[in-house]
């Protein structure tokens, strides 16, 4: 059950725990894992997304220009992207060979 205190003859809730370093520890924790599983999730999109409009635009048998540049400009930053975060991850934490 709830403990109340009284402050100025009124019954309040009380919100202490809110200012402790625990809490504040474990809402960061939260808050870090949920923006990082939801980086993961868009980038996980976007390349099932890319992959997808690819097989897409090769199983067609007429690709037009204006269609094709754009894809691949993006396609390119995308791995661009991808490969440069896959370097920093290499980069913070080194794979140990055997």
């Known amino acids: 059950m709830a403990r109340f205190t009284r402050v100025f003859g009124v019954r309040q809730l009380r919100v202490g725990f809110v200012?402790?370093?625990?809490?504040?520890?474990?809402?960061?924790?939260?808050?870090?894992?949920?923006?990082?599983l939801a980086a993961i999730g868009f980038f996980a999109l976007m390349i099932v997304t890319v992959v997808g409009t690819a097989r897409g635009l090769l199983h067609e048998n007429y690709l037009p220009l204006p269609v094709l540049v754009p894809f691949l400009i993006t396609s390119f930053v995308l791995a661009l992207v991808v490969r440069g975060m896959a370097f920093h991850i290499e980069r913070v934490r080194p794979a140990h060979h055997s």
């Open 19 to 36: 200012r402790g370093l625990r809490f504040r520890l474990a809402v960061s924790y939260v808050a870090f894992f949920a923006i990082l």
